[in-house]
Protein backbone atom coordinates (compact mmCIF):
# COMPACT_ATOMS: atom_id res chain seq x y z
CA UNK A 1 0.00 0.00 0.00
CA UNK A 2 1.37 3.50 -1.00
CA UNK A 3 1.40 6.22 1.87
CA UNK A 4 -0.46 8.92 2.21
CA UNK A 5 0.83 12.17 0.63
CA UNK A 6 0.57 14.59 3.10
CA UNK A 7 1.07 17.39 0.39
CA UNK A 8 -2.21 16.93 -0.80
CA UNK A 9 -3.93 18.47 2.75
CA UNK A 10 -1.97 21.73 1.03
CA UNK A 11 -3.17 20.98 -2.39
CA UNK A 12 -7.10 20.90 -0.91
CA UNK A 13 -6.61 23.76 1.29
CA UNK A 14 -5.16 26.07 -1.51
CA UNK A 15 -8.39 24.90 -3.56
CA UNK A 16 -10.78 25.90 -0.34
CA UNK A 17 -8.99 28.91 0.31
CA UNK A 18 -11.23 31.30 -1.49
CA UNK A 19 -14.45 29.66 0.17
CA UNK A 20 -16.66 31.89 2.37
CA UNK A 21 -17.90 29.83 4.83
CA UNK A 22 -15.97 30.09 8.55
CA UNK A 23 -16.30 26.73 8.86
CA UNK A 24 -14.37 26.26 5.42
CA UNK A 25 -11.56 28.55 6.90
CA UNK A 26 -10.83 26.83 9.67
CA UNK A 27 -10.80 23.59 7.74
CA UNK A 28 -8.22 25.09 5.44
CA UNK A 29 -5.95 26.11 8.33
CA UNK A 30 -6.30 22.69 10.04
CA UNK A 31 -5.53 20.98 6.86
CA UNK A 32 -1.87 23.45 6.47
CA UNK A 33 -1.17 22.79 8.91
CA UNK A 34 -1.37 19.14 8.88
CA UNK A 35 0.39 18.96 5.84
CA UNK A 36 3.29 21.07 7.28
CA UNK A 37 3.58 18.91 10.09
CA UNK A 38 3.08 15.79 8.46
CA UNK A 39 5.54 16.67 5.66
CA UNK A 40 8.20 17.91 8.47
CA UNK A 41 7.39 14.78 10.33
CA UNK A 42 8.32 12.27 7.47
CA UNK A 43 11.57 14.29 6.70
CA UNK A 44 12.87 13.39 9.93
CA UNK A 45 12.03 10.46 9.69
CA UNK A 46 13.74 10.00 6.35
CA UNK A 47 16.75 11.22 8.11
CA UNK A 48 17.11 9.00 10.73
CA UNK A 49 15.30 10.96 13.39
CA UNK A 50 13.42 8.31 15.98
CA UNK A 51 9.66 10.18 17.12
CA UNK A 52 7.98 8.85 19.52
CA UNK A 53 4.23 9.27 18.94
CA UNK A 54 4.13 10.25 22.30
CA UNK A 55 4.06 14.87 22.20
CA UNK A 56 5.28 14.03 18.56
CA UNK A 57 4.20 17.44 17.62
CA UNK A 58 6.23 19.34 20.05
CA UNK A 59 9.27 16.57 19.25
CA UNK A 60 9.15 17.30 15.53
CA UNK A 61 9.32 20.85 16.15
CA UNK A 62 11.84 20.83 18.82
CA UNK A 63 14.10 19.01 16.99
CA UNK A 64 13.84 21.61 13.78
CA UNK A 65 14.38 24.14 16.43
CA UNK A 66 17.56 22.85 17.92
CA UNK A 67 18.77 22.10 14.47
CA UNK A 68 21.85 19.93 16.39
CA UNK A 69 21.58 17.77 13.50
CA UNK A 70 21.29 20.41 10.71
CA UNK A 71 24.88 20.84 8.31
CA UNK A 72 25.54 24.26 9.57
CA UNK A 73 24.81 26.20 7.03
CA UNK A 74 21.46 24.90 6.30
CA UNK A 75 20.26 25.38 10.23
CA UNK A 76 18.84 28.95 10.10
CA UNK A 77 16.38 27.06 7.41
CA UNK A 78 15.46 24.56 10.08
CA UNK A 79 14.72 27.19 12.61
CA UNK A 80 12.65 29.03 10.36
CA UNK A 81 10.34 25.67 9.53
CA UNK A 82 10.54 25.56 13.15
CA UNK A 83 8.84 29.18 13.59
CA UNK A 84 6.36 28.73 10.74
CA UNK A 85 5.38 25.22 12.27
CA UNK A 86 4.75 26.61 15.71
CA UNK A 87 2.58 29.55 14.52
CA UNK A 88 0.56 27.09 12.57
CA UNK A 89 0.19 24.74 14.72
CA UNK A 90 -1.18 27.51 17.46
CA UNK A 91 -3.46 28.83 14.35
CA UNK A 92 -4.98 25.32 13.76
CA UNK A 93 -5.24 24.99 17.44
CA UNK A 94 -6.97 27.86 17.53
CA UNK A 95 -8.91 27.30 14.72
CA UNK A 96 -9.89 23.97 15.90
CA UNK A 97 -10.92 24.23 19.53
CA UNK A 98 -11.49 28.50 20.21
CA UNK A 99 -15.27 29.76 19.52
CA UNK A 100 -13.74 32.86 17.95
CA UNK A 101 -10.56 32.89 16.13
CA UNK A 102 -9.62 36.83 15.42
CA UNK A 103 -8.43 37.83 11.84
CA UNK A 104 -9.52 34.51 10.90
CA UNK A 105 -9.70 35.92 7.22
CA UNK A 106 -5.98 37.27 7.24
CA UNK A 107 -4.92 34.26 8.57
CA UNK A 108 -5.75 32.29 5.92
CA UNK A 109 -3.39 33.60 3.50
CA UNK A 110 -0.61 33.86 5.99
CA UNK A 111 -1.07 30.15 6.57
CA UNK A 112 -1.21 28.61 3.80
CA UNK A 113 2.27 30.86 2.60
CA UNK A 114 4.02 29.53 5.41
CA UNK A 115 2.64 25.97 4.32
CA UNK A 116 4.12 26.29 1.10
CA UNK A 117 7.33 27.92 1.89
CA UNK A 118 8.03 24.87 4.28
CA UNK A 119 6.89 22.22 2.33
CA UNK A 120 8.09 23.50 -1.42
CA UNK A 121 10.91 25.29 -0.53
CA UNK A 122 12.54 24.76 2.93
CA UNK A 123 12.42 21.12 3.16
CA UNK A 124 13.74 20.25 0.06
CA UNK A 125 16.63 22.02 0.41
CA UNK A 126 17.91 21.22 4.19
CA UNK A 127 20.75 19.15 4.98
CA UNK A 128 22.10 16.74 7.47
CA UNK A 129 25.33 17.23 9.20
Known amino acids: MTP ?3 KAYLVFADANAGRT ?6 IVVSRA ?14 QGHSLRRRDVH ?4 DAFKSAERAEPASAPDWRVVAAHGKRLQK ?3 AADYDDVVPHLDAEVPR ?19
Do not use: C, G, K
Open 4 to 6: FDW
Open 21 to 26: SEAMRR
Open 33 to 46: YYAVFNTSRHWLES
Open 58 to 61: QRVW
Open 91 to 93: LRN
Open 111 to 129: ALEAAHVVVDELLPRLRIA
